[in-house]
């Protein structure tokens, strides 16, 4: 069974950083080392959007509001998915899922919720002004 299980969020004031991890149980990152796997976020009033996602460590991609701002990467040893995130504000308060496909690469679809396979529960994020 997969399971994954997200920690870091809190609170923080605007301008404050947060690392966010997403650790994955059930499927290995070191056998399947590329597909994708990403960083959503449901902010108040919005539905879920996309954040950030990689598969190769090459391939990291970016939401236009988290490009320059936060940086996604993986351990594939450790089976951890990390998003760091600077330069918090009001507006990235919300609740930060993380989701993997399963064998396959990261395209230009990765921002779409419905082609994930595995979900975690969430961790929340709130910021401050």
């Known amino acids: 069974q997969v399971q994954l299980v997200e920690s870091g969020g809190g609170s923080v004031q605007a301008g404050g950083s947060l690392r966010l991890s997403c650790v994955v149980s059930?499927?290995?990152?070191?056998?399947?080392?590329?597909?994708?796997v990403a960083w959503f976020r449901q902010t108040p009033g919005k539905g879920r959007e996309g954040v950030a996602a990689?598969?190769?460590?090459?391939?990291?991609r970016y939401s236009d509001s988290a490009r320059g701002r936060f940086t996604i990467s993986r351990d594939n040893s450790r089976n951890t998915l990390y998003l760091q995130m600077s330069g918090l504000g009001p507006d990235d308060t919300g609740m930060y899922y993380c989701?993997?496909?399963?064998?396959?690469?990261?395209?230009?679809?990765?921002?779409?919720?419905?082609?994930?396979?595995?979900w975690g529960q969430g961790t929340r994020v709130t910021v401050s002004s």
């Open positions: 990689i598969g190769r460590p090459s391939d990291a």
């Open positions: 989701a993997t496909k399963s064998w396959e690469f990261c395209s230009t679809s990765w921002p779409n919720e419905r082609t994930y396979t595995y």
């Open positions: 059930g499927y290995s990152f070191t056998s399947d080392s590329m597909s994708c």
